[in-house]
T-cell receptor, first 114, second 112 residues
Framework: EAQVTQNPRYLITVTGKKLTVTCSQN?????MSWYRQDPGLGLRQIYY???????DKGDVPEGYKVSRKEKRNFPLILESPSPNQTSLYFC?????????????FGDGTRLSIL | DAKTTQPTSMDCAEGRAANLPCNHSTISGNEYVYWYRQIHSQGPQYIIH???NNETNEMASLIITEDRKSSTLILPHATLRDTAVYYCIVRVAPSNTGKLIFGQGTTLQVKP
């Protein structure tokens, strides 16, 4: 089954403790992206990657890092999490930017930073 | 990407067709119309997309006006499980960033 898998689904942690949210897709998609969703603000893009070793900032990249060492994985790294990063996070993938094909989203990761 | 306008909320009776409108009056020639929905706090689910022609798949139909300034998503026989927030998104394709701009969407409540 084609899918985007995020882990963990839920995490409560404390300020400053590094964490990584993993994202994996099994569709051989070139493009992957991370969004965060906050009440009243909708979904906002954090980072995106057009292919292996190619990443770029989205609209709200501060406090986040990403890597794309292999096509299927696109982890989101919070080096020193802060309470304002408490949010619902979604990873998405699609075949490539030179395509009108839709993005497929994971089920989300709810992060609470205390 | 062009801005979209959708009603904040709509109700629909179970078993009836749900018609969700979207206005995108500033759409340009290479922008596609995409529809997604989000059930509670799950990941956005792709429904359908189109450029000029009407489209239909197993989930829904998309009707785009001839001038492309508006579109309607049709769920032919709404069920309680179709209760969700529906997003109409206009995006250039191909796109450098691939970013989807989600507005506030339409909250569809399907009632028994």
């Amino acid at each position: 089954e084609a899918q985007v898998t995020q882990n963990p689904r839920y995490l409560i942690t404390v300020t400053g403790k590094k964490l990584t949210v993993t994202c994996s897709q099994n569709m051989n998609h070139e493009y992957m992206s991370w969004y965060r969703q906050d009440p009243g603000l909708g979904l906002r893009q954090i980072y995106y990657s057009m292919n292996v070793e190619v990443t770029d900032k989205g609209d709200v990249p501060e406090g986040y890092k990403v890597s794309r060492k292999e096509k299927r994985n696109f982890p989101l790294i919070l080096e020193s999490p802060s309470p304002n990063q408490t949010s619902l996070y979604f990873c998405a993938s699609r075949p490539g930017t030179a395509s009108n094909q839709p993005q497929h989203f994971g089920d989300g990761t709810r992060l609470s930073i205390l | 990407d062009a801005k979209t306008t959708q009603p904040t909320s709509m109700d629909c009776a179970e078993g009836r067709a749900a018609n969700l409108p979207c206005n995108h009056s500033t759409i340009s020639g290479n922008e596609y119309v995409y529809w997604y929905r989000q059930i509670h706090s799950q990941g956005p689910q792709y429904i359908i997309h189109g450029l000029k022609n009407n489209e239909t798949n197993e989930m829904a139909s998309l009707i785009i006006t001839e001038d492309r300034k508006s579109s309607t998503l049709i769920l032919p026989h709404a069920t309680l499980r179709d209760t969700a927030v529906y997003y109409c998104i206009v995006r250039v394709a191909p796109s450098n960033t691939g970013k989807l701009i989600f507005g506030q969407g339409t909250t569809l409540q399907v009632k028994p």
